[in-house]
């Protein structure tokens, strides 16, 4: 089955750690996406990557880092500089950088 | 700046009752539209999309949406709402070639018995 996967669904921090979430796809997408998302405000972009080694600052990118060394791979750092850590993270990813398919989302809960 | 517009951050209908959920695109440009749902606790689904071609789409679970140029609008409808509808809803417009899809804020559909 093709699709994209995020691992863990629900993971648990204490304040000043950094915490890397996975997501893996294969669906042979060029471009991939991580956003946020709070009660109340949507999704906000994170970063996003249209290609291997390459990735760029999407509207909310301070506190977060990514690398993109495998096409299949887009793991995301939270580090202990983001203020508020505690959010929903979704992974996407998209052929054409239009059409978005979604991962089940990694809900993070920073104390 | 291109934005997108839902209006209403909560819907409210009766089980069996029309379902209309708004959107509103700022561009001049023809855009590709999209509507996904996400479910409590889940990742986003797409239900419909429009690129080019006919201006009334089919989606899945019995949704559809009609492309309006002249009034920049891309509104969701169901003739008949399910219990099982009840999630929140999000419009999206790819516009240009930035490989970004800009998001409305959301509108949760609740139905009610």
């Known amino acids: 089955d093709g699709g994209i996967t995020q691992s863990p669904k629900y993971l648990f921090r204490k304040e000043g750690q950094n915490v890397t979430l996975s997501c893996e796809q294969n669906?042979?997408?060029?471009?991939m996406y991580w956003y946020r998302q709070d009660p109340g405000q949507g999704l906000r972009l994170i970063y996003y990557s249209q290609i291997v080694n390459d990735f760029q600052k999407g509207d909310i990118a301070e506190g977060y880092s990514v690398s993109r060394e495998k096409k299949e791979s887009f793991p995301l750092t939270v580090t202990s500089a983001q203020k508020n850590p505690t959010a929903f993270y979704l992974c996407?990813?998209?052929?054409?950088?239009?059409?978005?398919?979604f991962g089940p989302g990694t809900r993070l809960t920073v104390t | 700046a291109q934005s997108v517009t839902q209006l209403g951050s909560h819907v409210s209908v009766s089980e069996g009752a029309l379902v209309l959920l708004r959107c509103n695109y700022s561009s001049s440009v023809p855009p590709y539209l999209f509507w996904y749902v996400q479910y409590p606790n889940q990742g986003l689904q797409l239900l419909l999309k429009?690129?080019?071609?006919a201006t009334l789409v089919k989606g899945i679970n019995g949704f559809e949406a009609e492309f309006k140029k002249s009034e920049t609008s891309f509104h969701l409808t169901k003739p008949s709402a399910h219990m099982s509808d009840a999630a929140e809803y999000f419009c999206?417009?790819?516009?240009?070639?930035?490989?970004?899809?800009?998001w409305g804020a959301g509108t949760k559909l609740i139905i009610k018995p």
């Open positions: 669906l042979n997408h060029d471009a």
């Open positions: 999206a417009v790819y516009m240009d070639s930035n490989y970004q899809l800009i």
């Open positions: 429009y690129t080019t071609g």
């Open positions: 996407a990813s998209s052929l054409t950088g239009r059409e978005q398919y």
